[in-house]
Structures are given as C-alpha cells and as structure tokens.
T-cell receptor
Framework: AQSVSQHNHHVILSEAASLELGCNYS??????LFWYVQYPGQHLQLLLK??????LVKGIKGFEAEFIKSKFSFNLRKPSVQWSDTAEYFC???????????FGQGTELSVKP | DGGITQSPKYLFRKEGQNVTLSCEQN?????MYWYRQDPGQGLRLIYY???????QKGDIAEGYSVSREKKESFPLTVTSAQKNPTAFYLC????????????FGQGTRLTVV
C-alpha cells in the first residue's frame, strides 16, 4: 500500500541546534514530494517541494530537503533552528499515477529558547 | 481573495446524526481532497477527487461520503456509521494535471456528543 512514514514523533531541540527530520515513502512509481509546516493555530503551509532535477531542494525559512531515490527518503534539514520553528512538520507524497496525496504522521518540533 | 473556504469552523452534532462539512475553492483547481487530522496520526486521506463527477476513496473512507457536482465544491458528509467522528477535518485542493502542492482550508472541528 502507498504510505509515508515519519520516524520522529516529537523532537526537542535548543536554539541553534541542527535539525534533521526523517521521511520515507513506499514505492509506487513516480512521485512528487513535499514538506508542510503547521504553526500553532495556523493553516498548513508549504515549506518546500521536489518534482525533479537537483535532489537537494531549498525552501522557505532556511529549510532544505534531500531526495534519495534509492532509499525512498526525503529528509528535512535546517542547520540552526530558532524558537519560531516550533511547529508540527508533515512530509507528503503525491503518487503521479492516480494523484493520491498522502501525508506522514507528523513530527512535533519544540525549540527551547 | 483566492482560496479555500471551509465552513463552519466549529460544528457540534448529536450522535446518530449525519452532518455535512462544506468546502469551496475559487482557485480553479481540478483536484480536491478531504483529510482527517488526529493527534499523533497526521493527516489521513478520506476521499479525493481529480475531476468533476468523479472521486476515489482514500485510506479511511468508511462512514463518510462525498459528492463533486461542481468544480469548486467538494462537500463531505460524516454519516452515523462513522464510529469515531469527533476530529479536525481539513479540505485541500491542487492543480490535478501537474500534481502540484495542495492548498488547505482552515479546517472544521467536528464534535459529536
């Protein structure tokens, strides 16, 4: 079955620490990949996306993600987190055949000032 | 303003009653989605539609029904058969042919008492 898995449910970091959130998806043909963020009380918003080309993609607010096709992974990274990055982060995959958009379980990030 | 409107923001219903959640978009998107968000479970896909008059079941369609009679509207009915209907429901839309990122509404919190 098509699925997306995020390894970390809750991550707690101090400001300036580096961040890496894991995301793996099941094989299902060609995919487009996304990371969304949900700040407390706000809509889901797009952080970054990968469709094709350079597997290292840069998004807003200093986030980046690397697509590793052989590992079916799309991990999110940020070199130095800030208190304002406290939010829930969702990895999502759309399988191009059929257009099914699936999300992972989410990772809650808490950044201590 | 272009966007996705979900109404109402909060909804209360008695157990055993069907309830319909509204989702309207003026983005001219072909694809629309319904998700349920529960703590620790991420966004789970209920139904999605790539085109008017067509829709597919997602991963947790049991107890729900949808219709797609107009491009801009994708209402979700939570039926009395849904065993645990209290949840936060999110509607999204995207450009189907390009499998691009989805844009989200503000959500409806349904409480069944």
């Amino acid at each position: 079955a098509q699925s997306v898995s995020q390894h970390n449910h809750h991550v707690i970091l101090s400001e300036a620490a580096s961040l890496e959130l894991g995301c793996n998806y099941s094989y299902g043909g060609t995919v487009n990949l996304f990371w969304y963020v949900q700040y407390p009380g706000q809509h889901l918003q797009l952080l970054l996306k990968y469709f094709s080309g350079d597997p290292l993609v840069k998004g807003i607010k200093g986030f980046e993600a690397e697509f590793i096709k052989s590992k079916f992974s799309f991990n999110l990274r940020k070199p130095s987190v800030q208190w304002s990055d406290t939010a829930e982060y969702f990895c999502a995959v759309i399988y191009n055949q059929g257009g099914k958009l699936i999300f992972g379980q989410g990772t809650e990030l808490s950044v201590k000032p | 303003d272009g966007g996705i409107t979900q109404s109402p923001k909060y909804l209360f219903r008695k157990e055993g009653q069907n309830v319909t959640l509204s989702c309207e978009q003026n983005l001219n998107h072909d694809a629309m989605y319904w998700y349920r968000q529960d703590p620790g479970q991420g966004l789970r896909l209920i139904y999605y539609s790539q085109i008017v008059n067509d829709f597919q079941k997602g991963d947790i369609a049991e107890g729900y029904s949808v219709s797609r009679e107009k491009k801009e509207s994708f209402p979700l009915t939570v039926t009395s058969a849904q065993k645990n209907p209290t949840a936060f429901y999110l509607c999204a839309s995207s450009i189907a042919t390009e499998n691009t990122e989805a844009f989200f509404g503000q959500g409806t919190r349904l409480t069944v008492v």
